[in-house]
């Protein structure tokens, strides 16, 4: 195992998990080596690895269900093919919102709207990546706007 992929891993757990560890990286490995012995393979994972986000927000989730006050919402823009466009990312992150608005303190995931912004086969143009920053401005402008006053929300994207 690569260092920089676990220390990759272990700084993607540590800001997710962060509400409720309190910033911990001891407890930060102890989920990582959890999440790795419930994937099959030996394969060392990244934090870009779907199946390894899928382990992280699934557990992350079932530990907010314990806890009334803090909850939690994953939007995966590469789950439908016009995820990454604002329109839909906008109506993805909606969604979310709206499970999150009686919550005290809510976490939302962002996965995947690069890759959904540009395809593995394509290449970055000057065009795209534009599109990219202003999409994440508006999902950043939106959850603010959007969101109860007093409302702890944690915004990440991967």
């Not at 979310?96 to 394509?122: H, I, M, S, Y």
Request: net charge positive; charged share 25%; aromatic share 8%.
């Amino acid at each position: 195992m690569t260092r920089s992929a676990q220390l990759r891993r272990l700084h993607f757990l540590n800001a997710l998990f962060a509400p409720l560890t309190g910033h911990d990286l001891y407890l930060a490995q102890q989920l990582d080596a959890a999440i790795a012995s419930t994937l099959d393979d030996a394969r060392e994972r990244t934090p870009s690895d779907p199946e390894f986000v899928r382990a992280a927000a699934d557990l992350f989730a079932k530990l907010c269900r314990q806890q009334s006050s803090h909850g939690f919402y994953h939007f995966d823009a590469a789950a439908e093919a016009a995820g990454g466009t604002p329109l839909f990312a906008r109506a993805g992150l909606m969604h979310g919102l709206k499970q999150l608005a009686a919550c005290d303190e809510a976490t939302v995931l962002v996965t995947n709207l690069r890759a959904a912004q540009c395809p593995a086969a394509r290449r970055w143009s000057p065009r795209r990546q534009r599109d990219y920053d202003d999409t994440l401005d508006l999902l950043r402008h939106l959850t603010a706007a959007r969101t109860r006053r007093g409302a702890n929300v944690n915004l990440l994207f991967l």
